[in-house]
Nanobody, 121 residues
Framework: QVQVVESGGGLVQAGGYLRISCTASGLTFANYAMNWFRQAPGKEREGVSCISWSGGRTDYADSVKGRFTISRDNAKKTLYLQMNSLKPEDTAMYYC??????????????WGQGTQVTVSS
């Protein structure tokens, strides 16, 4: 059974930083691109970042480019998102998901419970 579990969210002041993590089980982690999505109240879920299976390619939404860094540890089956210079508009529930590639981000895993990131002004 494929499962992803997100963790590391919290409350932080604007300008601060957080690192969130996602562990995966039930899939060959190294075979998949991994993605971070987020969903703010009343808004649709949006893609934040993607990393290829090898880590050699990373993509970012324009809204987080230069502030967020995605990384992965295939041995630990863990995905990370380092978030710096946080803004109140980054407040959302953050989710991870596997996809075939960063060119095709069709989600292949069941959504986890997410991790809440709240940025106060």
């Amino acid at each position: 059974q494929v499962q992803v579990v997100e963790s590391g969210g919290g409350l932080v002041q604007a300008g601060g930083y957080l690192r969130i993590s996602c562990t995966a089980s039930g899939l060959t982690f190294a075979n998949y691109a991994m993605n971070w999505f987020r969903q703010a109240p009343g808004k649709e879920r949006e893609g934040v970042s993607c990393i290829s299976w090898s880590g050699g390619r990373t993509d970012y939404a324009d809204s987080v480019k230069g502030r967020f860094t995605i990384s992965r540890d295939n041995a630990k089956k863990t995905l990370y998102l380092q978030m710096n210079s946080l803004k109140p508009e980054d407040t959302a529930m953050y989710y991870c998901a596997a996809s075939g590639s960063c060119n095709d981000r069709t989600v292949l895993t069941t959504w986890g419970q997410g991790t809440q990131v709240t940025v106060s002004s």
